[in-house]
């Protein structure tokens, strides 16, 4: 009887565990579950709504226009062109999504994190130096200087960046592991956050004067997602 039980706790205890493993977005249930609208008054889910099988189309698991140029001339020097499932409905329970992000010369993607996504970066074109911290305490960095199709991974969750060194365009693709990542830019976060965090505390937090918290609270802080 004993044996009994602790075999089931030992069962229960790695089932626990798996779940806590499993990062990525659910699996599917189903072929495919095109999101639609949220319809009135309805019960909140983890996702999207699904469509009627009998009404999913090929345009559901499409999109045009990843070959354009983002616009680069902005206070970052850079885009991110998102392809979700806010832009592909098909993509709804697969837990995959892309983007393509465009730099200028001496352009940066800020340093951001994904809450639901390891991110795949792909270098098309030019020369970036990219990197990722690890969480405390040791806050470990680890960077590369990526060229022409090299390739780097940013785990879930961690502040990562890429920055252009070049002095030309860059070009480069990323795959995310969920069809929501989701992207909350550390600086605009902090500063820019609506309402504004306390001044006092943001002063102790940084160790900043609280005049120069104030003057980073009122900047602009853009939005290159």
Not at 134 to 151: C, H, I, Q, Y
């Amino acid at each position: 009887m004993k044996k009994g039980v602790s075999f089931l706790v030992t069962v229960a205890l790695m089932a626990l565990a798996s779940s806590f493993a499993s990062a990525s977005d659910p699996s599917p249930l189903q072929d495919t579950c095109v999101a639609i609208a949220e319809p009135e008054n309805a019960v909140f889910v983890n996702g999207k709504f699904c469509k009627n099988p009998n009404l999913t189309k090929a345009e559901d698991f499409f999109y045009s226009g990843l070959d354009k140029p983002g616009n680069t001339s902005n206070q970052v020097g850079s885009e991110v062109t998102q392809v979700n499932v806010a832009q592909i409905p098909g993509l709804n329970t697969l837990g995959i999504s892309g983007a393509r992000i465009d730099y200028a010369p001496y352009g940066q993607n800020p340093p951001h994190t994904h809450p639901r996504a390891t991110e795949i970066l792909t270098v098309l074109e030019g020369t970036l130096l990219v990197g990722f911290v690890t969480s405390n305490p040791e806050n470990r960095l680890f960077a590369k200087v990526l060229n022409k199709g090299d390739v780097f991974v940013f785990p879930i969750g961690l502040i990562h960046f890429q920055f252009n060194i070049g002095h030309t365009n860059a070009v480069a693709i990323a795959a995310l592991s969920s069809q929501n990542p989701g992207v909350i830019t550390i600086a605009k976060a902090v500063f820019g956050s609506d309402p504004a965090i306390d001044p006092d505390f943001l002063a102790k937090a940084f160790q900043l004067e609280k005049n120069v918290v104030e003057y980073l609270q009122s900047r602009f802080w853009y939005d290159n997602n």
